[in-house]
């Protein structure tokens, strides 16, 4: 005898919202806890990173341990990481910014710059993804040959920095005080990083970029651009040129 097709159960409209609350309180969580996406708005970190590149930021693997995720890998911050982090300073509007930059130095390590080449610990540092020579010739005294030069008018620095600054030198050298990082953009001659505004706390850093998930040809001065009216056309510009000025050959570029 032919079986009886069993009846089948037809979603109510409250069980189609409770299963699309769900997947939106997941997402919601991943996109708090676990990954976070970043814009790059400077050139700074070029040739790493471009503007306009859009990043996946792993927020889990540099963050504290924690007792309910113990599948999670945790390690500690390394030289050589690019990081995504709030600027240890204020901004003159009172709120924090989010930088990403390459960690240099980390506690205990000896910073100095000579003719714009990085050294660590007294040995001159190979560093491929750097995006300026070291022989500029635009030479920066304060930028170049940091710290031995002092800041003179005229070098972006901040006070609070400029005051410290003298309690960290020993010999010649940058000493990384323990709980902070020292950290440069790749783009070295254009990059405000530690050496105008100083060491990043431990606490400060949210995470690590993974890879680029889209690129968007942007100018420079767009992160400049904030009223609404520049938002909604910056917005509409993207979408009039999404498929002309994406850069295709970046999409799922690994950062290194």
Known sequence: MPTQPKNQHEETPLEAFASICGVLVVGLFVLTFIFQNFAIPSSSMEKTLLI??????????????????????????RRGDVVVFYKPTLESNGEHLFLVKRVIGIPGDRIHLRD????????????????????????????????????????????????????YI????LVVPPGKYFVMGDNRTVSLDSRYWGFVPRANIVGRPLFVYWSFRTPEDEQYKTSFSDQVGWI???TIHFFDQTRWRRTFHLIK
């Open 52 to 77: 306009g590149d859009h990043v996946l930021v792993d927020r889990t693997n540099l963050a504290p341990p924690a007792r309910w995720a113990p599948f999670v890998y945790y390690r500690n911050v």
């Open 236 to 238: 509409l510009h993207e």
């Open 170 to 173: 020993q010999n010649g050298d």
């Open 116 to 167: 714009g080449v990085v050294y660590r610990n007294g040995v001159a540092l190979n560093e491929p993804y750097v995006n300026s020579p070291p022989a500029d010739p635009e030479y920066s005294p304060y930028r170049d040959d940091f710290p031995a030069v002092p800041p003179s008018e005229g070098v972006d620095i901040t006070a609070e920095w400029a005051e410290a600054l003298p309690s």
